[in-house]
């Protein structure tokens, strides 16, 4: 995915809640890119180059444990917020 | 659709905020494709959604002071990807630093060898930069009073006359290792700072 579309999709299934800044989003590419969680590809679409960005091995294995992290977070949350 | 103007105007703008080039691609190709949806989906005009466009970046492409210690002027979104790359640079050469201090603490004549060689790949580094790789007088002159030097010589000027009262003591400079920890820090400084040339990268070399 490219910068803009990961915006435009984060609206989507957001539905309009989540509104990455520009100026946000940019910097955090380049820092994970620089921690070699992501990595780039740059290719020529209509004479423009665009970067795409890709999750490496490490990224993924990073996602994983992050989604895990984040489920029981909310787990958690949901138990308190229940009692 | 979209006039070759219309792109000419976009780059016109863009080239104004002095963004460096890997910056400049990435925000072109996204001004291009919010401009696009907001002219085929909401039916704006060009000049309706670029101004919209330029409103939702002004604060990223707000121009701001590049660092405390340096006049030049950027992009806000460029100084946040500057400032990560700088705090990253000193990381490295206080890691450096340390290391060599503790050595200097231990074995003052092992020091003075990877010292020299450290110094001697430093110049070599520069004489390659010179000769294969175009590096003018000017561009060097800039990176000797780089804001991350400038930084670290105005540190030392603070911190070495502090030491000699602390320890009042007629001991030579020499004798302390934080000052060989600055020589340290400055000269892994450079080396970073040509490296990054090397890779094109944005170190406010120019």
Known sequence: ?83 | MMTKENLTEIEKYLKSKNLSSVVFAEVYDHFVMQISELMYKHENSFPEAFLQTKVNWQNELKMVKADLFSFKRIAKIEKGLLQGRFKRMMMIASGFSLVFGTIFYFDQHVYLYIQGALIMMHLLFLIYHFVFRKMSLSEYQKMAFHPLLLRNLLLMLLILPLTNIIFSTTKNLWEFPLNHMFVTFSVILQIQLLNFRTKKINVLMV
Not at chain 1, 29 to 38: F, P, R
């Open chain 1, 1 to 83: 995915m490219y910068g803009y579309q990961i915006t435009q999709r984060a609206k989507e299934l957001t539905e309009g809640e989540l509104e990455m800044t520009e100026g946000a989003l940019y910097p955090l590419l380049h820092k994970l890119e620089a921690d070699g969680i992501i990595k780039a590809e740059v290719q020529e679409i209509n004479g423009r180059s665009r970067k795409y960005y890709l999750l490496t091995d490490n990224g993924k294995k990073q996602q994983a444990t992050q989604e895990d992290e984040m489920r029981s977070y909310v787990f958690n949350l949901k138990t308190i917020f229940d009692i």
